[in-house]
C-alpha cells in the first residue's frame, strides 16, 4: 500500500507550488458528521480555495483526498462550459438508442429525459475530472490509491468520481473535456460505471442520492462561507448592495446608499448578518488559477485575476426596535425571534437592543433577551439620541419600526452619526406596494409630523429595508 510518507512528500511539493502561484488555500472543518461527502474542494467567496474532507476516516484516506481535491484546485475543475453542456444534450439525444434501456422503467421516462441528461452529464464530468486529476497526481502508484479508495468510499453513490483512472487503451494526463469525449465515444462502458441497478440500470434513487450529496456540499459551503467570511469585497459599490432581495440605488445624494425590499425573514436575517460585520482588513488577492486553461484547456498559460478582498470581523450593533401600539405584537416577536437566529454574527456581549415607543422601554444586551413591552405613542427621534452611546465608526445601527413618525427628526437625530445606519420598515401583510409609494404614507398618522422628507433625502442618512413578508409568515 502507498506509504505515508510518500503521500505527505507529494503534498508538500503541492503546497509549494500553491505558495509559488500565491493560491490561498483554507480547509472546511465541518461540526456535524456527515456520513455521505468524502471530499470536495470549491472557490470561496473571499476569492481563496476551500477544500472539505470527512472527519472520520483514516490518515492515508485523507493525504488521498486532500491530493485529489489540491489536484481538482490546479486543474480548475470548477466551471463546466454551458456550450458543452448543450452539446452533450444533442448528444443524448441522438445516443436514446443505447442510453434507454439504462434508465429506469417508470411512466415518466419520456417527459423526464432532461433530468437523464443533466444526471448523465454531471457523472460523466465527474468521472472524466478524477480521470485527469488520478493520471496526472498518481501515476506510478494508481492501483495502491484504487485499494485504498475501494475500502474506504462503498457508500458514495459517486464512487466512480473518485476512483476513476483512464482506460488501458486510453492516453494518461490529458484534460478532462477530452476524457468527456472518450467517455461518450465509448457510451455502453461509461454508462456501466454509474448505474447501480440490475443491468447497470440508472435508478431513481441514484438521482435523489447524487442530489442529496449535492446539497450536502452546498449546505456545508453556505455554512462556511457565513462562519469565516460574510462578504468578499470588489472595491465598488456592489459592496452596499444587498445581495438576497431587489435592491434599487438611491444616487445623487450625499452618499451611496439603497432601497431594499425583503420578501421574508430568511432575507431579512441575511441583512443584519451582512451588516453585522465591519471590515478588519483590506489585502489584493491574486487568484492565478481563476482563468486558467478558460476555454484553452491544452494550455499552460496563467492568466490571474487579481482582485480587492475585505476581511470582516463581528460588529458591535446597537438596534432600536420601535415597540409603540401601532406595531403588531406579533411581529415584534418575529424580529427578535430573527435578531437571535443572526446574533452570532455581531459582538453579542456589547451589542444592544433598545426597545422605544415615547421614551425608553428596555435596554437589553443580545445575549440576554427578554420579554418584550410594548404600546405606546412614538417618539422615535430620542431614542436614536439614546443610542448614540452605543455607537461609533465601526459599529452599525438599526432602526425597527413602521415608520408612523417624525421621519425629519429622525434624520436630524442620525445625520451625526459615523455607523452604519439602517432603517427597517414593516409594510405588513396585503398587496405588494414598491418602497417609494409606501415611503410616501409613512408618518401619515403622526400628529407631530411637521417636516417632509423624501425618499431621497431619507436615503441620504439611512439605507432602508421594506420587510413586507405574506400574511402567514408575518404571525409567525
Not at 66 to 87: C, S
Not at 339 to 352: L, W
Amino acid at each position: 500500500m502507498v506509504d505515508q510518507d510518500c503521500l505527505n512528500g507529494r503534498r508538500a511539493e503541492m503546497d509549494a507550488l500553491f505558495e509559488r502561484l500565491n493560491i490561498s488555500l483554507s480547509y472546511i472543518n465541518n461540526e456535524v458528521q456527515n456520513d455521505s461527502v468524502l471530499s470536495f474542494s470549491h472557490r470561496a467567496a473571499r476569492g481563496e480555495y476551500c477544500i472539505y474532507i470527512k472527519k472520520s476516516i483514516d490518515r492515508q484516506v485523507h493525504a488521498v483526498c486532500d491530493l485529489r481535491e489540491k489536484g481538482r484546485i490546479l486543474y480548475n475543475h470548477f466551471t463546466r462550459p454551458q456550450a458543452q453542456k448543450k452539446q452533450f444534450d444533442t448528444f443524448f439525444r441522438g445516443n436514446m438508442p443505447v442510453i434507454f434501456f439504462r434508465l429506469p422503467e417508470d411512466k415518466n421516462t419520456n417527459q423526464r429525459m432532461g433530468l437523464y441528461s443533466t444526471y448523465i452529464y454531471e457523472r460523466f464530468a465527474g468521472i472524466s475530472q478524477a480521470m485527469e486529476v488520478n493520471s496526472r497526481l498518481f501515476r506510478d502508484d494508481w492501483a495502491e490509491v484504487y485499494a485504498l479508495l475501494e475500502k474506504n468510499t462503498r457508500t458514495s453513490v459517486r464512487k466512480q468520481e473518485y476512483l476513476s483512472y483512464p482506460k488501458e487503451t486510453w492516453s494518461k494526463g490529458l484534460d478532462w473535456m477530452t476524457y468527456m469525449l472518450l467517455l461518450c465515444g465509448d457510451m455502453r462502458w461509461a454508462l456501466d460505471q454509474i448505474g447501480s441497478g440490475d443491468g447497470n440500470k440508472i435508478k431513481t434513487g441514484d438521482i435523489s442520492a447524487y442530489n442529496n450529496e449535492i446539497r450536502d456540499e452546498k449546505r456545508i459551503k453556505e455554512t462556511h462561507e457565513t462562519r469565516k467570511t460574510i462578504v468578499a469585497g470588489c472595491g465598488t459599490d456592489d459592496d452596499e448592495r444587498v445581495r438576497r432581495g431587489r435592491t434599487t440605488q438611491i444616487t445623487g445624494t450625499a452618499a451611496i446608499h439603497s432601497v431594499s425590499e425583503c420578501d421574508n425573514f430568511d432575507q431579512f436575517i441575511n441583512i443584519l448578518r451582512e451588516r453585522g460585520m465591519v471590515d478588519k482588513q483590506h489585502r489584493i488577492f491574486t487568484d492565478m488559477l481563476y482563468n486558467t486553461n478558460r476555454n484553452k484547456f491544452n494550455s499552460d498559460i496563467f492568466i490571474p485575476r487579481r482582485r480587492r478582498v475585505i476581511d470582516k470581523t463581528p460588529a458591535v450593533v446597537c438596534i432600536l426596535l420601535d415597540v409603540s401600539g401601532s406595531v403588531p405584537v406579533a411581529f415584534l416577536k418575529r424580529i427578535v425571534h430573527t435578531i437571535i437566529q443572526a446574533e452570532g454574527f455581531f459582538n453579542k456581549e456589547k451589542s444592544r437592543l433598545v426597545c422605544w415607543s415615547d421614551s425608553l422601554c428596555s435596554d437589553t444586551p443580545l445575549n440576554e433577551l427578554e420579554k418584550l413591552t410594548a404600546g405606546g405613542g412614538t417618539i422615535l427621534a430620542s431614542g436614536i439620541e439614546y443610542c448614540k452611546k452605543y455607537l461609533d465608526e465601526n459599529s452599525s445601527f438599526f432602526i425597527v419600526s413602521d415608520f408612523q413618525d417624525d421621519i425629519g427628526d429622525w434624520v436630524m437625530a442620525a445625520k451625526n452619526i459615523h455607523a452604519r445606519k439602517t432603517a427597517v420598515g414593516y409594510a405588513g401583510p396585503g398587496p405588494r406596494v414598491n418602497p417609494s409609494e409606501w415611503f410616501s404614507r409613512a408618518g401619515s398618522n403622526a400628529n407631530s409630523h411637521t417636516t417632509e422628507v423624501t425618499l431621497k433625502e431619507f436615503s441620504a442618512v439611512f439605507d432602508m429595508v421594506l420587510l413586507s413578508p405574506p400574511h402567514s409568515q408575518s404571525l409567525v
